[in-house]
């Protein structure tokens, strides 16, 4: 069977060039493909919808074309999302994006199409920087030239791309790949071409570029380049705070289910896994509560310790040996109480702002019989009052986001006064309360920057834990209950 194709084409102010694309289109296509065009007229001022849907009638065509005009203008991007709801609610296969100016050469579609017909990408850029020389020679403006090369370059580094070109209006996307991100949620303007490369990155979707020839005609541009080139590169710096935390945007938000991956190991650098090591003496039995995929317990199993991990989903296989024992739990509802008995260690990082109630948890733990008052808690937890996101508050930012202090799935927020006061409130006695900095490594990548970015961290933390501490690592132990007092009276 004949895979669907929908060959859209945007158009705006276009009466003399549009019939002249559906003319370029090659008609052999349809000898591969069951093939469909679809023109929207974006409420231009001219009479592109009237010449060219006469000039649809007036030809016999060896492809069905549609030409729909929009009322009001939708803008670039606004017109994009209409076309691919077509191609989507419509059943295609793929859709390929072509402009009514006739900038973006029809002839290119066979060899375009080729990859996303034989699975090799997700979505094809054709690009105009491939061929060293074809852009200029093919009549791009000097400063479009360098304003592309500079944008493009500058999205390459920030994104971990290495695309040649990320401002080609020449794409083309399996309609599988669309129906997976969030594209409906994106800008109407012209900066929408960055922000659905962007999803299709973070939706781990694979992008292959192809060279295409360049033509500049003398249609007149209605793209304002200094807004535009502002737009792309606040898009492009706002998906990567989106990364670290720092902002939470559902338009990015196109990754596959992560969340265990999410908590990766923090064992190279000052972090609560290196602390809990610090903590934590060789051959000790330790309870680990929040357990996740195990990478303490490893760590943890190499210095002689027996582990039993508790969490609400178990450890890939890869690393469930690491356990003595591993107990499937959620955490908001009661452990068992035998659970902790004989441990020397009972171990809660990022665990206590999960709960949705910790008050109660901490209470039920410190009125466990089988708790002794020699056993430590080594917890961490995120401080929100770290000084971005306090930053982030004076601008009008709370956001939550897929990791960090302001994680998705974190319940209750607390600052160095509110855990110190929930474990006292509870009879635990505060052994140790410190500032732990930032995970440089994670967010920018292991190397002289964010090492330099972690000793700086670390210092200032220690002088304003309140302020610079980017999480709170406690070491605490329960203090005797009115019924471990009352029993030793009497005794």
Known sequence: M?????????????EKTLSNVFARIPADLINTYELEVLAIDDASEDRTFELSSHAVTKKRWPFPIKILRNKTNQGYGGNQKIGYFYAIK??????????????????????????LATNKADAVMGSRMMVSGSA??????????????????????????????????????TIDALSKIPFHLNTNDFHFDTQIIIQLQRAEMKILELPIPTYYGDEICHVDGLKYAWNVVMTT???????????????????????????????????????????????ELIVELGSGEGHLALALMKKGCRVIGVDFRAPSKKNDFAFEKFIRHDLNKPMPHDLVANADKIVMLDVIEHLSNPELFVDNLRENPYLSTDTELVVSTGNVGFFIVRFGLLLGMFNYGKRGILDLTHMRLFTFTTIRRLFEQSGFEILKISGVPAPFPIAIGRGRVSRTLLKLNQILASIWPNMFAYQIFLKVRKQATLRDLLDSVEK
């Open 2 to 14: 004949k895979k669907r194709v929908l060959i859209f084409i945007v158009a705006y102010n276009a």
């Open 90 to 115: 419509m059943g295609f296969d793929y859709v390929a994006l072509l402009h009514g100016d006739g900038q973006y050469a029809p002839e290119c579609l066979p060899e375009l199409l080729e990859p």
């Open 136 to 173: 200029r020679s093919g009549g791009m403006p000097f400063y479009k030239f360098v304003g592309n090369k500079i944008l493009s370059c500058l999205q390459n580094n920030i994104l971990d791309l290495k695309l040649s070109e990320f401002h080609s209006g020449y794409r083309l996307y």
């Open 237 to 283: 710096f706002r998906a990567r705070l989106n990364d670290i935390g720092f902002v939470y945007d559902r338009i990015y938000d196109c990754r596959p289910d992560l969340s265990q991956s999410l908590y990766e190991a923090k064992l190279d650098f000052d972090s609560p896994h290196t602390r809990a090591m610090v903590n934590i003496n060789s051959g």
